[in-house]
């Protein structure tokens, strides 16, 4: 049996007021951690492909996924995936989102446009292949699973070879 | 198997807070001193000692396994931490469960802590890490993008709506009520539901488990010490777990097949051949409403699609005939990540104990099972146990 | 041959830069409440008694680690003064750049306790320093202390 009054004696309660005021002592950090992630052979051409505007994947013979983004083996089949292949850089919206909130839980300021990430299946990937990116030129209420989508590209003066050189997705108006 | 039989003979959960004033270590010791207590050990009577805390980014501490050792018990003790982000919870026993079962210690003390109010200015930023750095972080993803894109999905599957999911933080947190280490348990309706915040459709702030600071611990004994120690040891007859792959966006997100499987190696091992009538209760894990639901159904208590109706029906309720979550889940006590999975264990051994207060099944429940899923939408951890 | 590709050129390496952008407050707990408001506002150290083990904790706990016994009920207090249990000579800054001054760090086993805390020495020249040199905490005025290990300048030499 829970007994209640001794688990009420466990754990002191306070407030993020209290904290910030001081009534309680505690110590500040801010950790300085800076990382360099080597890109590898596989991402390393995903980055460079995208510069120059096009999606690359890699296919697996025994699965028939061309896995985006692109790996030296494939997880499922447990095997070095086959040759290079391009795939389209339009696709199908599997599912998305509309977030009021930003990545460290603070919410859209007003006026700004709320994020809408979707996972989008590639044509030429195969099924339920897809990636995350963001959808944009529509409004939030309009986009719905199932809709047709065409990637964005920056400038090719703009293009650093990241995830980002897409600018974002935007639904193809039949 | 050539495995011995493993029991769970004591528990011992703190309060959880949003913001606790205890240190990692001093909420392991609460939870774990209650543990041992509830069954009369001491810490010579432990022979092992296994922890379950998530990431190190929400406390702040490297290596947080060795940091809290002396607070879990482990001081100068053969000791492990193990860590599937929220399916360690339920990862604990599992792990404690091999030291006792394979002969190699007759005791083991499991204990589960977390405590995410160190990480400013949200323990949610540190889950930006959790995506692929060069892929996907650009994009700053947060984590509640994951849980909206995998509601929806779900949805959109079967027809489920925002209204019907909804119940389930209806009736969680009024089970939580009863829960003497409940954070939020409350009587709402489902228009409070949706009437809160938006967090990103469809997900709004009453669809969400709230952060919290908290531990869990629980006593694991061989039969022969079982026996001697209680008069009620509760078996773990079922473990399962598997892991998916990071690559999250390469699956259809409507069905974990990662808890199925995850479940039948539980069933298996427990000789169960039709959960939804052999389980009497369930807790699955809860940290969003809908997740309750897309885990009843991985773990094959009903037909997939159906376990809205199974909700709506009533089944799931304290006194309908699969009850989930009686505890009140992650949705009413609160998510203390790693400490959630062992509270929901813990809530099944005092089930079926007939010891669980006013939160009581009626019924006299003799098998019972706990559910913990995380990381990337990829583990699934299940637990069978029986009086 | 997938995993036995080699680049041809190293500018064919890259990299992605990213960073873990968290910050930390850390409450200091029950016992660390007890023990900072004391050298705050007292200035002398506390400590955790178990009597079963027969240790002095400093600072203190809320449990003896060894027979789990809850010592909240048990704190003593202990007088800042001990002795160098073992030391190092520091020249580098964290970033690599030079000290002005090289900084002794030592491992002070307070007297009355058993164990110890690690700060820095004043008022004496690494040259000075030896294992089993009598020290004593030297701390800030009282106005100035925050409640913090930094309440604490150095030790010094004792007298």
Known sequence: MLDADLIAKTATKLSLKEIQEGKVLSVKDKPNLKYAWDNGVAIGRYLAELKEGRIIGKKCHSCKRVLVPPRLFCELCWRPTDEWTYVQDTGTILTFVISHVNWDASRVKRGQRYHTPAVIELDGAGKDQGILHLIDEIDPKDIKIGQKVQAVWKKPEERTGSITDIKYFRVIKK | ?????????????????????????????????????????????????????????????????????????????????????????????????????????????????????????????????????????????????????????????????????????????????????????????????????????????MDISPTSDGAAAI??????????????????????????????????????????????????????????????????????????????????????????????????????????????????????????????????????????GERQVPGQPTCGLAQAWGDLMQVGTVVVMRS | MALTERLQETTQVGYWTGAIPLEYVYTCGRAGEAYYRNLMNKGTFLGARCEKCQITYVPPRIYCERCFDRLEDHYVEVPPTGSVHTFTVLYRNLDGSKKEEPLVMALIALDGADGGVVHCLGEIKPDEVFIGLPVEAALKPKNQRKGGITDIKYFKPAK
């Open chain 2, 1 to 205: 198997m050539g495995l011995r039989k493993v029991a769970i003979v004591g528990a011992g959960l703190t309060k959880f807070h949003r913001y606790a004033q205890e240190t990692p270590k001093e909420l392991a010791y609460e939870a774990t001193k209650m543990a041992l207590d509830s069954c009369e050990m001491t810490l010579d009577d432990i022979d092992s000692v296994c922890l379950g805390t998530a990431p190190d980014a929400f406390d702040g501490v490297h290596m947080k396994g060795e940091y809290l050792s002396d607070g879990a018990g482990g001081f100068r003790k053969p000791y492990m931490r193990h860590f599937v982000g929220g399916g360690t919870g339920v990862m604990s026993p599992i792990h404690g469960w091999f030291h006792v079962a394979s002969g190699m210690f007759d005791t083991c003390l499991v204990v589960a802590e977390e405590k995410m109010s160190s990480a400013f200015p949200h323990p949610a930023g540190a889950f930006l890490t959790i995506f692929d750095h060069t892929t996907e972080q650009p994009l700053y993803p947060t984590l509640i993008w994951i849980f909206a894109i995998e509601m929806h999905r779900f949805m959109h599957k079967y027809g489920y709506t925002k209204k019907d999911i909804a119940q389930v933080a209806v009736k969680n947190k009024a089970n939580a009520l009863f829960h003497p280490s409940a954070q939020l348990g409350a009587k709402i309706t489902v228009e409070d539901v949706l009437n809160s915040e938006v967090m990103a459709y469809p997900v709004n702030r």
């Open chain 2, 219 to 356: 006593v694991l004994a061989s039969e022969e010490v079982a026996r001697r120690v209680t008069e009620k040891p509760i078996w773990i007859d079922g473990i399962g777990y598997c892991l998916d792959s990071a690559y999250w966006c390469n699956r259809d997100l409507y069905y974990p097949d990662y808890v199925e499987i995850a479940a039948r190696q539980a069933y298996e091992m427990a000789g169960i051949k039709e959960p939804s009538k052999e389980i009497h209760i369930a807790e699955p894990y809860d940290p969003f409403t809908y997740k309750e639901l897309h885990h009843i159904e991985g773990l094959m208590l009903c037909k997939r699609g159906e376990s809205v109706k199974m909700l709506l029906d009533g089944v799931t309720q304290r006194d309908g005939n699969l009850p989930c979550c009686p505890s009140g889940g992650a949705l009413g006590v609160g998510n203390p990540i790693a400490a959630t999975g062992l509270m929901k264990i813990i809530e099944i051994f005092l089930q079926l104990r007939e010891e669980a």
